[in-house]
């Protein structure tokens, strides 16, 4: 960084604020040009952080070593070196260092996969640039710049702070501390710790309240947070609990099956058999019984699932979310946005006095308010006038065209109540910006329940305050209603209800529209609003559910995993919704926050897990409905978009948010974010979630008998005191090709056809069921018995050696490949779910069945691997046994279908 920039941002904190705009040369009001944003872009580079001080390649490619099968090789190289076999020696070190290759590269390609997600959950940050605010994305942030940040946003570099309101920052990131501190623009004194400098906010902490503007000192790299990064060089790992409990399954294995080994050894050489025979047979055992395959295909099938879902747009923050997605029971999800469209269009409006109809849809000005004899209303005077305004004046939203088509920009609530009034013959600039300029503004909360803002009127000295929200909220601020003609009368409670709950149950949402002339010297902050308003109307509008919405409800159904609908809409407005998408299909009861809040907590989990529907509820409960859920057992996947969403969203066995309208605060708090913001995308995790586990079992399910048998051929040899049946590099041949050019492509396996029409599976659930545990056990056996048969046979019948030995080494391969097939289901039989439908597989096998060509015929092989071609009956005698064991294996699938 240049000198400038890195001597602002090291004492910034101790500046004025006209020092740091001097230092860095820009301007508090007009920002930066883009011409010297872009120079300084150059100069500093771009704001991201480095990556994490990965080691080089040859550190990388050395770190390969670092695992019990290569120990083992690595021993046995050595061992054959020692009594002169130096062809073996060389075909071991060379599968050492083709494991290396291949573990490299498996780890770069995980790596670059990570980065790429990483890449789709990128933060954009607000700046001011010529004198405009600006989106940007954060990573062309640059020193200097004018930066505005809010509740909700990850700040994007290292900021003097300027300006705050009411600025609370949660520096967790950093400090570890997870209470938000207050900020303040004051200047400190240099000694102040990173910690206490209140008066800056740093790179990647979160807003949790309020806003603020500062100026960038610090980008990229330079940052407190670059620094952490430097010093805790934290590369993401790919690990999951069950990655993790493979890894050590395979360890403790390792162990065992070494000093079995060891054992064996040690018993064949006191009973007098040769030293070097004895070390063959030990290593024979060590590298076919240790599955050392197992937790590469395990992350590998991981990865894949994380693409493919990604390709479905949900993108995984944090790995083990593949795993937990298959087990999901119940998924809590918000309305506005993710079951439903977010495009609003007023259809009523009703005032006290008579209601109106709108037509037309979407944002363009087509359509007119009609009363119920087909008038057009007068916009012009009394209730249905200031209803109107209220909505278009109290209101953040613009009417755009964006490539020709109208569209929104910001909440698409407040689009709607723009486009109404303008339907109605108000003018957006004359009437509502000229007619009433604002003075200031509280905004909409989901707690709050409502906006209002306040405007001078120009040529008098009063002024004039609006406030729109939700009706029962709104209603208790208001004690007179207006009349058609604009005179007041005390308001009619249940009637404005009655009208809202009418509404409602259309599928409408409802917001209740207030008014009050104040005089110039009113204070206007929260605390104005206890003095009462006057009610104008109530705006309806549609907002028309996600087509694919209600399809994947019932795929969630009927994968018995619950759908609830969390909003913080009336309760009618969400029950008709619900009703259309399906939700309520299985009589599910229909909650209201204040239910909730009058509920004991003993009895929350029973009657939450009956209710389909929670209205009105507010971001906290969110955590107490996660809670509640997961007390009587279940796996909550849960959606969010804001920052008091935060807590639901960790403390979600899944928290997933919204990629479009959610805060970075909550993509931050989330397991996975929906690129889309679409619920069907959750029900399609789910389901590439089962696909990745049933993937993995199939994998697993595949590979251990292959293991087993191995592992059994060479004890039975060693305790008949006879040859080997298969040498130690046929073993690594048979291990290493299968595992690549078959096991492997199980991962690409395409989803069963009834993976969403089990119940979910239940984490407790061990891996292997005693079931698949006995399948393993009947091909293992199958295995060992038919080498043991085939190898014996040959050799009564006048076969050498290694002709012998070939026919096991295909013996094995064979059955692999068959049963290959018999993996790709678990339960259903091979035909049903399409020989073809994965090709990956059929591609695999001819790369295998050229392998085994080769290793059986080309003479080099033969020297490299002991073997010797076989002749055509050697080869139907293999077929006709694999075929057996395909048959007994599918026989099993028939005998026990309810296996997993
Ligand atoms: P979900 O949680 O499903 O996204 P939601 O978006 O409808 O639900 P909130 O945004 O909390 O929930 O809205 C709650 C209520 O507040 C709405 O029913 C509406 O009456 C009112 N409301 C929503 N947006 C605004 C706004 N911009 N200004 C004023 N009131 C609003």
Known sequence: MGSAASDAAAGSHSLSAQDVVRSLHTDLQRGLTELEAGHRLERYGQNVLPRAESAGPVIRLLRQLNHPLIYVLLVAGAGALVF???????????????????????????????????????????????????????????????????????????????????????????????????????????????????????????????????????????????????????????????????AWFSKVLTAVILALAAVTFAIGVARGQGVGEMFTAAVALAVGAIPEGLPAA??????????????????????????????????????????????????????????????????????????????????????????????????????????GRPGVVGDPTEGALLVVARKAGLDLERDVAVALPRLAALPFSSERQYMATLHAVPGQDRRVLLAKGA??????????????????RPVDRDAVLAAAENLARA?????????????????????????????????????????????????????????????????????????????????????????????????LPGVVDRAAVFARVSPEQKLRLVEAFQASGHVVAMTGDGVNDAPALRRADIGVAMGRSGTDVAKDAADMVLTDDDFATIEAAVEEGRGVFDNLTKFIAWTLPTNMAEGFVILVAIVLGAALPILPTQILWINMTTAVALGLMLAFEPKEADSMQRPPRDPRKPLLTRPLVLRILLVSVLLVGGSWWLYSWELANGATLAEA???????????????????????????????FSNRWILGGVAVQAAGQLAI????????????????????????GLALLAWLIVAADKRLRKRLI
């Open 805 to 835: 030995r070939t026919a096991a080494v295909n013996l094995f391969v064979a059955v692999e490949l068959v049963y290959l097939f018999n993996c790709r289901s678990l339960t259903r039989p091979m035909w049903s779910i399409g020989v």
């Open 856 to 879: 059986t015929y080309l003479p080099v092989f033969n020297g490299l691997f002991h073997t010797a071609p076989i002749t055509a009956d050697v080869w139907l005698r293999i077929l």
């Open 507 to 603: 599928g409408l949402r409802v917001l209740a529209m207030a008014m009050k002339r104040v005089c110039a010297t009113e204070q206007f902050d929260g605390s104005s609003m206890s003095t009462p308003l006057v009610f104008t109307g109530l705006q309806a509008m549609f907002d028309p559910p996600r087509r694919d919405a209600a399809a994947a409800v019932r795929a969630c159904h009927g994968a018995g995993v619950a759908v609830k609908m969390i909003t913080g809409d009336h309760a009618a407005t969400a029950t008709a919704i619900a009703g259309d998408l399906g939700l309520l299909d299985d009589g599910g009861d229909v909650l209201t926050g204040s239910d909730l809040a009058e509920l004991p907590a003993g009895e």
């Open 471 to 488: 009706v029962e909220r709104l209603l208790t601020l208001c004690t007179k209603e207006m009349s058609a003609d604009g005179s007041l």
């Open 298 to 403: 395990v992350t590998i099938t991981l990865a894949i699932g994380v693409g493919r879902m990604a390709r479905r747009r949900a993108v995984i923050r944090r790995l083990p979310a593949v795993e937990t997605l298959g087990s999901t029971t119940v998924i809590g999800s918000d309305k506005t946005g993710t079951l439903t469209e977010n495009q609003m269009t007023v259809r009523a409006v009703w005032t006290p006095d008579g209601r109106f109809d709108a037509t037309g849809s979407g944002y363009g000005a087509d359509g007119e308010i009609l009363d119920n004899s087909g008038q057009a209303g007068d916009a012009h005077i009394g209730a249905l006038h200031w209803c109107l305004l209220a909505g278009a004046a109290c209101n953040d939203a613009a009417l755009v065209h964006r490539d």
């Open 84 to 246: 002169g076999e130096g062809v073996d020696a060389s075909v071991i070190f060379g599968v050492v260092l083709v494991n290396m290759l291949v573990g490299f590269v498996q780890e770069s390609k995980a790596e670059a996969a990570l980065d790429k997600l990483q890449a789709m959950v990128r933060t954009a940050a607000r700046v001011l640039r010529d004198g405009r605010e600006r989106t940007v994305p954060s990573d062309n942030v640059v020193p200097g710049d004018v930066v505005l940040v809010d509740a909700g946003d990850k700040v994007p570099a290292d900021l003097r702070l300027i300006r705050p309101t009411n600025l609370r920052v949660d520096e967790s990131a950093l400090t570890g501390e997870s209470v938000p501190v207050l900020k303040e623009a004051a200047e400190l004194p240099t000694a102040t710790p990173v910690a206490d400098r209140r008066n800056m906010l740093y790179s990647g902490t979160l807003v949790a309240t309020g806003a603020g503007l500062g100026i960038a000192v610090a980008t990229g790299a330079d940052t407190e947070l670059g620094n952490i990064h430097r010093l805790v060089a934290s590369a993401e790992e790919l690990a999951t609990p069950l990655t993790r409990k493979l």
